[in-house]
């Protein structure tokens, strides 16, 4: 059984940046995909990044292209997200999930395995 535990969320200001890491513990085989999304309270949860295996096949939503980035090792079992440039919209809950099937996916309901979140804030 695998949990999966985020960390590095936080207060920053509008244009400063954060580090989110992954860890997966227990006893499991490495995940194929490992992703990033987040979610406001009253909201669906947002697809943001996700990274496959090898690190060769990365994918961004449209909102974050250019300023975060997807990023893991596999050693550790632990997933990054560097975001940069932070924009008040980005303030949410960011949820890293695993998949062990398939390509890299933008759909919640394609993952096998929560984070239970880590709060980003960005003020203005």
């Known amino acids: 059984q695998v949990e999966l535990v985020e960390s590095g969320g936080g207060l920053v200001q509008a244009g400063g940046s954060l580090r989110l890491s992954c860890v997966a513990s227990?006893?499991?085989?490495?995940?194929?995909?490992m992703g990033w999304f987040r979610q406001v309270s009253e909201k669906e949860r947002e697809f943001v990044a996700a990274?496959?295996?090898?690190?060769?096949?990365?994918n961004y939503a449209n909102s974050v292209k250019g300023r975060f980035i997807i990023s893991r090792d596999n050693a550790k079992n632990t997933v990054f997200l560097q975001m940069n440039s932070l924009k008040p919209e980005d303030t949410a809950v960011y949820y890293c999930?695993?998949?062990?099937?398939?390509?890299?996916?933008?759909?919640?309901?394609?993952?096998?395995?929560w984070g239970q979140g880590t709060q980003v804030t960005v003020s203005s």
């Open positions: 227990g006893r499991t085989f490495i995940p194929y995909t």
């Open positions: 990274i496959s295996l090898g690190g060769y096949s990365s």
């Open positions: 999930g695993a998949k062990w099937l398939g390509a890299v996916t933008s759909r919640t309901s394609d993952y096998d395995v």
